[in-house]
Structures are given as C-alpha cells and as structure tokens.
T-cell receptor, first 111, second 115 residues
C-alpha cells in the first residue's frame, strides 16, 4: 500500500544548529501536511503545501515540496529548545483521501 | 480558541475488559477521525465519520472495536475485549470538511494501558 517515510527517526542537535527532516512518499501526493507533536502532547498542524516545488517559510522553519510531489522537507534554522518534539509529514491516500502519516522525526535540542 | 475535547485522558484496564473513549469535536466540524498512535510511530486512522456516517473504517478491528457518532456531533470509540496490544494513544481529530486537503485538529488523546 501507499507509504510515507521519514528520515531520520531521531536527531540530537546543539541549540543554534540547523535541523532538517525529509519525507518521501511511495506515490505522488496532491498535497503534504506537516504536524508537530510536543512530548506528551498531540499533533498540531503546522502547514500544508500543494504546488510542485512550493517553498513556504514560518519564521525559522522552511518547508519545501518536491518538483515531483513525492517528497518534502522541513528545515529549522538555528534551533531553540522550544523546537523539541516530533515532526510528522502526512499525505492523502490516492485511493481514499485519508491522511497517511510518516513515522516522524524526533528532535532533541541540547541547550 | 475552540478545541477538540477527549476523555478520559488516561485509562488503565486489564485485558478482556471493555473500555470506551469519548470525543467532542470542534463545533461545526462535519468530519471526525479516530486515530491510534503507538509509541514511536505516526497516527494511524481507525475510523472516519462524515456527520453521522462512517466514511472509512477499513483499519478498524471490527471484531473488538466499534465507533459511533449518533447525532453527528460527539463520538464514542469502544474496545471489547481489550488486549495487551491495544495499549496506545487514541487520538480524536476533526475537520470542517472531508478532504485530503483539510486541516485536522487533534484532541489531547486518551492514553490506554492494558495490563
């Protein structure tokens, strides 16, 4: 079946360093969504990308949707301790439209 | 800001017992989702409602799980009997419409531990 995969699974960085997580889908996506889940919390919607090659920024976060609409990335510049959490990408199933989540990338930031 | 409500937040039960979780979506949201999230993994959809109708329950273990949304507002997810492998976080989410492009708003979840 359709799969959404993320790498790396875990990332430990020193505060101030940059961080990138990558998301790959086995099929072309109509859109991709990114969510953040703080430790002990629930997923919170960050952004949605729809167009091929789209790049969106939210302060220190930069999101990119690949030209083929099968991959995406999230880059955080100069990480802060508040960035700690698990970042999930999710794309709709081509058959049913339901969101398929990647397994997430857990970011730890050392102060 | 409106939020999705869930209760209980934590539930510990013994295997073979019955458990039930409740969810109240954001007012006006027609679509309601129940997800299961195992530690270290992303949420996996169990069932999706559009108003009171089930849109997708292909991943719901129907021999032991049931879900209802009788009046198209709040919803209940039941497990009977619970098994050890059911230990997980059960998340409820809602969205305005049924669409792969619509933002989903998640509740705080119910963490289930089956002993």
């Amino acid at each position: 079946g359709q799969q959404v995969m993320q790498i790396p699974q875990y990332q430990h960085v020193q505060e101030g360093e940059d961080f990138t997580t990558y998301c790959n889908s086995s099929t072309t996506l109509s859109n991709i969504q990114w969510y953040k889940q703080r430790p002990g919390g629930h997923p919170v919607f960050l952004i949605q990308l729809v167009k091929s090659g789209e790049v969106k920024k939210q302060k220190r976060l930069t999101f990119q949707f690949g030209e083929a609409k099968k991959n995406s990335s999230l880059h955080i510049t100069a990480t802060q301790t508040t960035d700690v959490g698990t970042y999930f990408c999710a794309g709709p199933s081509s058959n049913t439209g339901k969101l398929i989540f990647g397994q997430g990338t857990t970011l730890q930031v050392k102060p | 800001e409106a939020e999705v409500a869930q209760s209980p937040r934590y539930k510990i039960t013994e295997k073979s017992q019955a458990v039930a979780f409740w969810c109240d979506p954001i007012s006006g949201h027609a679509t309601l989702y129940w997800y299961r999230q195992i530690l270290g993994q992303g949420p996996e959809l169990l069932v999706q409602f559009q108003d009171e109708s089930v849109v997708d329950d292909s991943q719901l273990p129907k021999d032991r799980f049931s879900a209802e949304r009788l009046k198209g507002v709040d919803s209940t997810l039941k497990i009977q009997p619970a098994e050890l492998g059911d230990s997980a976080m059960y998340l409820c989410a809602s969205s305005l419409v049924t669409s792969g492009t619509d933002t989903q708003y998640f509740g705080p979840g119910t963490r289930l531990t089956v002993l």
